[in-house]
């Protein structure tokens, strides 16, 4: 889809010349003879850049901007001026003009500078469909995701949340599985239970027992008070098991037989009591397969694969990256008290071709460095490569300066009397600012 441009011009005829040239470049443009249409036909949602002369009657050029900034303050704005109107068009660059063209100008100038300045109206677009839907995900859809595999997760969780089926959840490290488990858990009736979450790698054997099934006094050493177990705290609710492939062997079994009579013995005890159970189980590793499986028992896995949810690696989705990103940018720079940052065609590209071995969980801390500022450097980092001008304002002008010297002496020739009459300046400032500039005066010796 082509770039909208708004081109304002009293002059008829070059507004029609121009007009040809940017629709030759790929622009789709709208044509306007005076200020006041161009603004009523724009709004903030606008896609495109304005090109406008400085000097019209009516609403000028000048004032046309200032009450573009007041609906959009990132829509560009591009003006052409004669030369006796760049002090004027300096001061509308300190206002936020996007750039300014002295005319006459090479179509060439023209066509670069809109193409620039629809690369950046594009990113400013993109940046807000974004974070528009990013504050959408984060109200009433958490697992974040456009790409079809999430759509289908997220149908598949609608389908399962409210039923009592024990659920395998499986993905690698960093995923989002107690994202996962949580929307079960939290998407069913049983949401007014407790979600209790365990993750079976961060216990001892000896103490994941007494975590689990709880224990009476005296149950063992340092037993002193009865304890509740996560199973029987969990009843009425949804235990999560995180990887559960680290489960000890002698636990597993007692799992087993949990999941299969829905009853828990405490520690310590003969009593046996019956628990309202739903289980969502989580491995970072494929159960199916012995050779992954190790010492996990077969016949626990196939209790526990009733229904399987396998959640997608970030590299096997990389359109939602931009998405996700957004949502932790704007999550962090409320926690943090920062302005969100906007997503750079830096960050766009490691965004998209960086592998994420960490997955969510990784890029949710890339977005926090970001918003703190402390993003890595190096060749490998998200802003190695950015393009960045860093030049002063006086050195942007002094640029354009140079550019209009060479634009002028191309139009004529080289003729230095010409060139001299066309910019309105002495002779001895002409040959300064070709000495400073570097400008080579025959270099465009008789090429009209």
């Known amino acids: 889809m082509s770039t909208p441009v708004f081109l304002i011009d009293d002059d008829r005829d070059l507004l029609r010349a121009t007009g040809q040239t940017l629709e030759l470049a790929g622009f789709d443009v709208s044509l306007f003879a005076s200020a006041a249409e161009a603004l009523a036909r724009l709004d903030a949602a606008f896609e495109g850049v304005v090109v406008s002369d400085i000097r019209m009657p009516g609403i000028d050029g000048l004032q046309m901007f200032e009450r573009i900034r007041k609906l959009d303050g990132e829509l560009p704005v591009i003006l052409m001026t004669g030369h006796g109107d760049i002090p004027m068009a300096v001061q509308a660059i ?31 677009i993109d940046n807000r469909r974004l974070r528009d839907a990013a504050r959408e995900a984060g109200q009433g859809l958490p697992l974040i995701g456009q790409t079809p595999v999430m ?5 598949m969780l609608r389908q399962i949340a409210d039923t009592n089926v024990d659920v395998l959840v499986t993905g690698e490290t960093g995923s989002g599985k107690e994202v996962v488990a949580s929307l079960l858990h939290g998407w069913s009736r049983r949401s007014k239970g407790n979600f209790v979450a365990l993750n079976c790698g961060a216990l001892p054997e000896q103490i994941i027992e007494s975590e689990l099934f709880g224990h009476e006094p005296g149950a063992f050493t340092g037993a002193q008070k009865k304890r509740i177990g996560r199973i ?10 995180d990887e559960i492939e680290s489960m000890p062997l002698s636990t597993q079994i007692q799992m087993l037989r949990v999941l299969e009579m829905r009853e828990v013995t405490p520690l310590g005890t003969n009593e046996v009591r019956p628990v309202d159970l739903r289980v969502v189980a989580a491995a970072k590793v494929d159960l199916g397969a012995p050779e992954q499986r190790k010492t996990f028992r077969e016949d626990l896995y196939y209790r526990l694969n009733v229904v399987t949810l396998a959640i997608p690696p970030l590299r096997e989705r990389r359109d939602d990256a931009p998405l996700l990103f957004s949502y932790f940018a704007e999550r962090a720079a409320r926690r943090f008290g920062r302005d969100v940052p906007p997503i750079t065609p830096a960050i766009a590209r490691h965004l998209r071709e960086y592998d994420w071995p960490g997955n969510v969980r990784e890029l949710s801390h890339f977005a926090e460095r970001v918003v703190l500022g402390v993003a890595p450097a190096g060749p490998d980092a ?10 002063s304002l ?39 600012k070709l000495q400073r500039h570097g400008i080579v005066r025959s270099d465009y010796a008789g090429k009209r």
């Open 94 to 124: 300190h206002d936020g003009v996007y750039d300014f063209i002295a005319k006459p100008f090479a179509t060439e100038r023209l066509v670069q500078c809109v193409r620039r300045a629809a690369e950046k109206r594009s990113l400013v």
């Open 151 to 155: 759509e289908r997760l997220r149908y």
């Open 232 to 241: 029987e705290h969990s009843s009425g609710g949804t235990l999560f098991l």
């Open 382 to 391: 998200p802003d190695a490569g950015l393009p960045v001008d860093p030049a």
């Open 394 to 432: 006086p050195d942007r002008l002094g640029r354009y300066e140079a550019e209009i010297i060479r634009e002028t002496l191309a139009s004529f020739g080289g003729d230095v009397q010409q060139t001299i009459a066309a910019l309105g300046i002495p002779r001895k400032t002409f040959y300064d």
